[in-house]
């Protein structure tokens, strides 16, 4: 249960981090406020239900596009967040390829370094509980 909360908190917060990354470098992707966090936790959930699916269907299909899973299933959840919410607005084409690149970059770096971050901090309590000394 603490490992699924913990992915569900990653997923979140890359998600978080990549939408709003995204609107401070792109000018014509612009994230509401008021609709933001239900569009980020839709496009986390998206996300994270979305890659397993296409990688499924990929690797049956079309292996070569395997490498570009992320991609697309960064657009596609990008996609469904702005015909759902109010709180995502994407605006020219230019705009969508890049909001795509950097969105599944940043959350890519997220899905790599923070749950080295969470693990760092449970390996620290569980060895300050049994008294190991920490180094």
Not at 7 to 35: E, K, M, N
Not at 92 to 114: D, E, M, N, R, Y
């Amino acid at each position: 249960m603490v490992r699924f909360l913990i992915r569900a908190a990653i997923f979140l917060v890359s998600a978080a981090l990549g939408l709003l990354v995204a609107a401070w470098l792109l000018p014509t992707f612009q994230l509401s406020w008021g609709g933001a966090l239900v569009s980020i936790v839709l496009f986390a959930i998206l996300q994270s239900v979305l890659s397993p699916f296409i990688a499924k269907l990929a690797a049956r299909n079309a292996p070569a596009f395997l490498g570009g899973i992320g991609l697309v299933s960064t657009f596609l959840a990008l996609l469904v967040a702005t015909l759902f919410t109010g709180g995502l607005n994407i605006s020219g084409w230019q705009t969508w390829v890049l909001a795509t690149i950097v969105v599944w970059l940043v959350t890519a770096l997220c899905s790599f370094f923070l749950p080295m971050i969470f693990l760092r901090e449970k390996v620290k309590r569980v060895r300050g509980s049994r008294g190991t000394p920490l180094v």
